[in-house]
């Protein structure tokens, strides 16, 4: 009986000598991997930096001038050249046939615009 009990128990301490062995093997690895994704993060934080440095040194203003100038066929706005929105010239809508059908009939294609609050007849629900 007594050898039956240390066989268990030399038994059972050899199992749990294996499950700590693996388990500080598989933490050593996982904290590998965690190394490996936060040198790569910041890796590509560093990419990111560069990349917003180089977009900030190619929309200079004077740059942009430049391209402007030497790119676009661009002039100067003339002072005759703005106009307030009421100067504008309403435009003349095309009508189609179909649209000339529904204007003989009174028949708009637009939503109709709500009443006012107190002239549908109903009450108001607030007080």
Do not use: C, H
Not at 30 to 52: C, H, P, T
Not at 99 to 125: Q, V
Request: glycine share 4%; proline share 6%; no cysteine.
């Amino acid at each position: 009986m007594l050898r039956l009990l240390n066989i268990s128990v030399l038994t059972l301490l050899v199992g749990t000598a294996a499950w700590a062995y693996q388990t500080k093997y598989e933490t050593i690895f996982y904290a590998e991997q965690v190394k490996k994704l936060e040198a790569q993060v910041e890796k590509e934080k560093d990419q990111i930096a560069v990349l917003k440095a180089e977009w900030q040194l190619l929309n200079r203003p004077y740059r942009l001038e430049a391209l402007a100038q030497r790119y676009l066929d661009m002039k100067p706005v003339k002072s005759t050249q703005i106009a307030r929105v009421q100067d504008i010239p309403e435009r003349k809508a095309q009508v189609d046939q179909i649209g000339a059908k529904l204007d003989a009939l009174g028949i708009t294609g637009s939503i109709p615009s709500p009443e006012p609050a107190g002239k549908s007849g109903r009450k108001s629900d607030r007080p």
